[in-house]
């Protein structure tokens, strides 16, 4: 079915990226009373393993995570990057970071125990590893694993019941649909529920689909008259210039439809420095447009 594992890839440069978004934005929301729902629409395996096969072999995470924990990093940093980098912290005893919290372990931190936690993961070995991996948590009713398809499951919980919700939609593009699927979503979910925060994850890669998809969610946003905000992280060049140069993601986006208001501020002085850590050439570079 699918070959995408999320292994290989946790905490890279799109992790550390979208992660600091998440938590900068669970932060805002969290701080009325008023339960939260939180709609993880591709929630991937949950914990990983850093010095496991999976992300040994890739080596990702020294590009990413590893390169904001290492000696000589300025401190604090950016107040929305030092929180990612103290979350991640937080699930490591000791000086080295052998475990990496995907979305649905950083939400299940931050969130209070009468908000509630929806993931969904197609994978079935990546569901199993999820649902084994959040039942350690005992966590009750406020965490469920629904091994279904994300982009249709989601839709039965808008609105949710205190008609607080964030949607994390973070698909991993191996079937070119998922970027309509993304934009129909979207498209769907505010119409069910029109102040939910909506945040959509997506790599930018030459590829007609991936670039058409922030321009798509800019017209749906303001055809629906919902501010938005949309950040990019590039750490290096799209053209592979010498063939000693490992080949990879060159650059990730970040479109919110109904963002806090104060993400903004804090993207403008945590994404300089994350382009500046992460940079593996000259071409790193960072973008943060809004509208409303
Ligand atoms: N959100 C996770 C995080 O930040 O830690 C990473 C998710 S990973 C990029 C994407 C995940 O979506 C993969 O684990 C993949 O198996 C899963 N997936 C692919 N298609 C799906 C679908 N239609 N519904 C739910 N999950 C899906």
């Known amino acids: 079915m699918f070959s995408y594992r999320h292994a290989f890839h946790a905490g890279n440069h799109a992790d550390v990226f979208k992660h600091t978004v998440l938590i900068a934005t669970l932060q805002h929301l969290l701080q009325k009373d ?9 929630a991937g395996a949950g914990l990983y393993r850093l010095d496991g096969d999976y992300a040994s ?4 995470a020294a590009d990413g995570i590893q390169r904001l924990l290492a000696p000589g990093v300025p401190t604090p940093l950016a107040p929305a990057l030092q929180d990612y980098v103290d979350m991640v912290r937080a699930f490591n005893q000791g ?14 931190r931050l969130l209070r125990e009468h908000d509630r936690l929806k993931l969904f993961e197609l994978h079935p070995t990546d569901a199993r590893a999820l649902a084994g991996n959040i039942a350690q948590l005992e966590a009750g009713r406020q965490v469920a694993v629904l091994a279904e398809d994300g ?104 479109f919110l439809i109904n963002p806090p208001f104060t993400l903004e501020a804090a993207l403008r002085q945590a994404l300089p420095q994350m382009a500046e850590l992460l940079a593996q050439d000259r071409h790193a570079a960072h973008g943060l447009e809004s509208g409303s």
């Open 151 to 254: 982009f249709e499951g989601v839709k039965k919980f808008l609105p949710p019941p205190a008609r607080r919700a964030l949607v994390l939609c973070d698909p991993s593009y191996e079937i070119k649909s998922d970027y309509g699927r993304v934009q129909d979503l979207l498209q769907d979910a505010l119409k069910r529920f029109a102040t939910g925060v909506y945040a959509v994850w997506y790599p930018i890669i030459a590829r007609p689909e991936a670039h058409d998809l922030p321009r798509r969610l800019k017209t749906l946003a303001n055809k629906a008259g919902k501010p938005w905000l949309h950040a990019t992280l590039t750490v290096k060049s799209s053209k592979q210039t010498t063939p000693e140069r490992r080949p990879g993601l060159p650059a990730s986006g970040m």
């Open 57 to 60: 072999t890739s080596g990702e």
């Open 95 to 108: 000086p080295s970071t052998r475990v990496y919290p995907g979305s649905p372990f950083i939400a299940q």
């Open 34 to 42: 008023a339960a939260l729902t939180v709609l993880d629409t591709h």
